[in-house]
């Protein structure tokens, strides 16, 4: 279905820009929040999205991955190639493995990139603030983009710094994250969380559940698609 496309599209792109390794440093009473990779690094999560359909009584199970491989490090800047693992409905394949190069600052901005203006890179671009911040503060990224097997998505994203909490012994940071995109007749509304390890500076995991309609009907309606999409770390070269 397109809006299950869509699902996987529109989630990416937050997955895509919280997986960094980000720095989180305690700066008096605030935090402060910048990209810290390593050389060689290499990170693989798995990509799930469990999707429901009411209107055709349906539901469907798609699961992807992601690899982040960390080229080169330079002066704060850092070459990264991300992979986007084929998305699998059981054993049937929806979508091709989708590829991007780029360069991205401390603060997570897309410097360069191999793909042409306004695609997958552009929904990359989550800019972490410029200065320390306290719980509560919030940001905003606004894009237009997408992988070509998903489509163009235009979205705005508002991110909440909740603060940092320990979770199965890990320490992390908490990330709210409220999303709405379109594409054509569809629309996309999205929330959930995502952390991020204190200690070392890597991505732990996000969840999103998200909901897809028809553009001409009301939020509620039975054709729309909701899901649950979590993005799980496997393992680490470092």
Do not use: H
């Not at 929904?123 to 603030?129: G, I, K, N, V």
């Not at 503060?137 to 909490?165: L, M, P, Q």
């Amino acid at each position: 279905m397109k809006q299950i496309k869509l699902l996987i599209g529109t989630t990416l792109c937050v997955a895509l820009a919280a997986s960094g390794g980000s720095q989180v440093t305690k700066s008096g009473k605030n935090y402060l929040v910048r990209l810290k990779y390593q050389t060689g690094q290499k990170i693989t999560y798995d990509l799930i999205t469990e999707a429901r359909y009411p209107g055709l009584g349906g539901s469907a199970k798609v699961t992807s991955g992601l690899v982040v491989d960390v080229k080169s490090v330079s002066k704060e800047k850092y070459n990264v190639v991300f992979t986007v693992l084929p998305a699998m409905v059981g054993k049937e394949q929806r979508t091709k493995k989708a590829t991007v190069n780029a360069t991205v600052d401390s603060r997570n901005r897309i410097i360069k990139s191999s793909a042409k203006e306004g695609s997958a890179p552009d929904m990359l671009d989550l800019a972490y603030p410029d200065k320390p911040i306290a719980p509560g503060f919030t940001w905003e990224t606004a894009s237009i983009g997408g992988f070509k097997d998903f489509g163009n998505v235009t979205a705005r994203t508002t991110y909440k710094f909740v603060g940092v909490k320990t979770v199965n012994g890990v320490s992390v940071a908490e990330i709210s994250v409220s999303q709405v995109g379109t594409q054509q007749s569809t629309i996309v509304t999205g929330k959930g969380t995502i952390l991020l390890r204190t200690a070392d500076g890597s991505f732990e995991s996000s969840t999103m559940n998200v909901t897809a309609r028809p553009a001409d009907q009301p939020a509620g309606t039975n054709n729309a698609v909701r899901a649950t999409v979590s993005l799980i770390r496997k393992k680490s070269s470092k």
